[in-house]
């Protein structure tokens, strides 16, 4: 497919602008955007954070100017506010661990920008993200350590057919190359880490400055207190460090969060064991590799962006999803998506509302 | 929709304006001489003859005498000079308030909050009426209130976003019956209107080179002979010791005849633009009957080459890129910050809602400016605002 008018979202890093480049090359015809995300952006980049300052503003600009194309800048700090921070920082008050990125994919990107762009004239919106799309399809990137499939399984069909991934099947080292042979000055820029809108990468200070103090009790799981904290917030399933709890435990063995109760406020430890979940149920799928499954499936389960596949049978349930593992697995958060593949395949995804251990929710229908 | 970048049409030339083919001819042959003008050889007093033609030729356009004229970088400096200079020259005791109105360029806003800010002014805001003009009896009453408090009054001659005309000659009356020193910028009443310093009354008046076809860099605060404002910059003492700074010899000169011929056919151009920008409003109201121009009806009280609208349900920037891809360059007339447009403070003091002054865009006309940029922009504006309509309402 070539002739699009394609609108490419350059957040001033290599990826995006090597993608807007390729699109061109593509014979499309090309408009870079950068999408102000902060109504108060700081001047210059810290650390390796970036896509939100006006230095990054500029770095597009000027990858814009190389690639040869128009270049404007988006205000979408009002929406980002609203649909992502906001959305993190109550996602957390209630005991989950939510996914920034994956929601701005869903409700920024590929929703307020594409419609926007849509609204204007343009047919696709084209990104600097690590993955692929066939027959509208979404597959994993062929480098499977940048990999973003996961952070975009939550889009729907109608999403995947106005979006463009041209880096999916590129090895992010040859990107660089490329970046570099093409003249952007942004080929070296580091990769950005962490979430965007946490300049000093602060998760639990910024989330005490939102949500204040909020001091609950860390209980065993025999509901012995074994000490305070300030806010519930500060952790995470299966997070082992900074849990400050003054007794050892009886065998000696490190502790790890197990569950979060956001109404109490109770923060339940106990040994790596208790983290081991054999089933999960998650809410408001979105099937994208083939509708949904009329009778349960064999296939692959990501519980986090970065996290490994696991084996799994997987079926409805109402309107939510069951997902049964086949070899228990650890560290699963409520709030995170559980996304389903089969191969490089995103068949859906889900958020996941609920966890057990090894004893099965229900049978296998 | 298709983009014609072959034959852009620019309606942009209240951000700039191209340069006088004389103005880059005269600038180009000065580059390549040499001299400071403030040095005591023979390359130093031919360039600084170079420099006292062309302030002679500037006091005659702008109706001042040649030794009023204090060259600056351009119209952001002489704004700041006038301002700031002219409060810290009076402030004394409790006069400390100055006088500004809520539709100033930023030039003038910015130096007077921050004078506010970190000076101690007292910073007092004259409410505009719906077309954006200042009354002289609110600019009294203001006075009024305090006047052996007034530091300085600073009212634009034309704003730069409506192209409201403001009544500058009664308006410098009313601050001089207080004994007042009164700035007016008319920066962009400069390439348009007869600006004539002595006649307005004004002690202190900006004017700059790139809007009038010289070029950007160079501009001037025209200061009556007893006015002493304290300088922002210091250095050699250049330009009667209130402006430090080599001049720039080349700049200077093609600001001088960019600004004697925008002169010699003002009255000829300010016609021809004014029905230019009657037939540019009428052809747009007739493809979006529900845009609304903003800022005074045609006449006196607004600039001939100013057209300024509100597209309803559109937004401004939406507009912006859409006219852009088909080769049309407009404005939406508001500050930037990384490029994100905020709503106009003009519109705003001007009674606008915040939609309305989101969804406005500027068109200016000038001495380039023909029949056929007016019909192409008539061509594709009624698109360009469904589809604005469309994308704003998702």
């Known amino acids: 497919m070539s002739g699009l008018r394609v609108l490419a979202a350059m957040s001033g890093g290599v990826d995006s602008a090597t993608a807007a480049a390729r699109a061109v090359d593509a014979g499309h015809e090309v408009t870079g955007v950068h999408l102000a995300l902060s109504s108060n952006p700081s001047s210059y980049r810290t650390g390796a954070r970036g896509c939100c300052t006006l230095e990054d503003a500029r770095d597009a600009r000027r990858a814009a100017d190389v690639i040869g194309i128009p270049f404007y800048v988006w205000d979408m700090a009002e929406r980002f506010h609203r649909d992502v921070v906001e959305d993190f920082v109550a996602e957390y008050a209630a005991g989950r661990t939510p996914n920034p990125c994956l929601r701005c994919n869903e409700k920024i990107k590929f929703a307020a920008v594409l419609d926007r762009a849509r609204a204007l004239g343009f047919d696709a919106v084209c990104t600097g993200h690590y993955a692929q799309i066939s027959d509208g399809i979404l597959r994993r990137a062929v480098d499977a350590g940048k990999d973003q499939s996961y952070v975009l399984a939550v889009l729907t069909s109608d999403q995947l057919g106005h979006a463009m991934f041209p880096l999916g099947d590129t090895p992010k080292i040859q990107v660089r190359a490329e970046a570099a042979r093409r003249g952007l000055a942004v080929a070296d820029k580091p990769d950005s880490h962490d979430v965007c809108f946490i300049a000093d990468g602060d998760t639990k200070g910024f989330l005490a400055r939102r949500l204040g103090q909020a001091p609950g ?88 962006a970065h996290g490994g596949a696991h084996p799994c049978t997987t079926w409805l349930d109402g309107e939510a999803v069951r997902i049964r593992l086949h070899r228990p697995a650890r560290g699963v958060a409520k709030g995170q998506a559980a996304v389903l593949y089969a191969g490089d395949v995103v068949l859906g995804s889900a958020t996941i509302t609920g966890t057990s251990a090894i004893t099965p929710l229900a049978r296998v229908p | 929709m298709t983009a014609n970048p072959t034959s852009p049409v620019y309606l942009d030339h209240a951000a700039t304006t191209p340069m006088r083919p004389a103005a880059i001819a005269a600038m180009t042959e000065e580059l390549a001489r040499l001299g400071n003008p403030s040095s005591l050889h023979a390359a130093g007093r031919r360039a600084r003859r170079v420099v006292e033609e062309s302030r002679e030729q500037l006091a005659e356009v702008f109706g001042a005498r040649p030794s009023e004229i204090v060259f600056t970088s351009g119209g952001t400096e002489a704004d700041n000079l006038a301002v700031k200079g002219l409060y810290w020259a009076r402030r004394e005791g409790s006069r400390r308030r100055v006088l500004t109105t809520s539709v100033e360029h930023h030039a003038v806003l910015d130096s007077v909050r921050w004078l506010e800010e970190a000076q101690g002014a007292d910073a007092v805001w004259l409410g505009v009426d719906l077309a954006g003009l200042v009354r002289p009896e609110v600019l009294r009453a203001a006075i009024c209130a305090a006047p052996e408090q007034v530091a300085v009054v600073s009212v634009m001659w034309a704003n730069n976003e409506v192209g409201t005309v403001n009544p500058v000659r009664e308006l410098a009356a009313v601050a001089h019956e207080y004994g007042v020193p009164f700035h007016t910028d008319a920066v962009q009443a400069a390439a348009q209107l007869p600006v004539d310093f002595t006649a307005s009354g004004a002690d202190a008046l900006t004017v700059t080179g790139h809007k009038l076809g010289g070029p950007v860099g160079v501009g001037a605060l025209i200061l009556g002979r007893g006015v002493a404002p304290v300088p922002v910059l210091h250095g050699g003492g250049q330009e009667r010791d209130i402006r430090s700074g080599t001049l720039d010899t080349p700049a200077i000169r093609a600001f001088a005849v960019a600004a004697s011929e925008c002169a010699r056919c003002r009255v000829d151009e300010a016609a021809r633009l004014a029905e230019l920008r009657d037939d540019l409003i009428h052809q747009v109201l007739a493809a979006v009957p529900d845009a609304v121009l903003n800022g005074p009806p045609p006449g006196p009280d607004r600039l001939p080459g100013n057209a300024h609208f509100s597209f309803p349900g559109c937004e401004g920037d939406a507009l912006l890129m859409l006219l852009d891809a088909n080769g049309i360059a407009c404005s939406t007339g508001s500050a930037c910050t990384a490029g994100v447009a905020e709503p106009s403070h003009v519109l705003l003091a001007m009674g606008a809602d915040h939609s309305r002054a989101r969804g406005s865009l500027r068109f200016s006309l000038g001495h380039t400016s023909t029949k056929r940029d007016v019909d192409a922009l008539a061509l594709v504006i009624g698109e360009a605002a469904d589809r604005a309509r469309r994308a704003a309402a998702r």
Do not use: M, N
Request: hydrophobic share 40%.
């Open chain 1, 217 to 304: 009790q860390i209980v065993d799981e025999t509901g012995a207190v074994l000490g305070e904290h300030d806010g519930a917030y500060a952790f995470t399933v299966g997070q082992r460090k900074g849990l400050r709890v003054g007794t050892p435990a009886a065998d000696g063995r490190p502790r790890y969060v197990l569950d979060i109760e956001p109404v109490t406020r109770t923060v339940t430890v106990g040994s790596a064991e208790g983290l081991d979940i054999g089933e999960i149920i998650a809410a408001r799928p979105v099937w994208t590799g083939g509708g949904p499954p009329a009778e349960p499936v064999d296939c692959l389960v990501q519980l986090r």
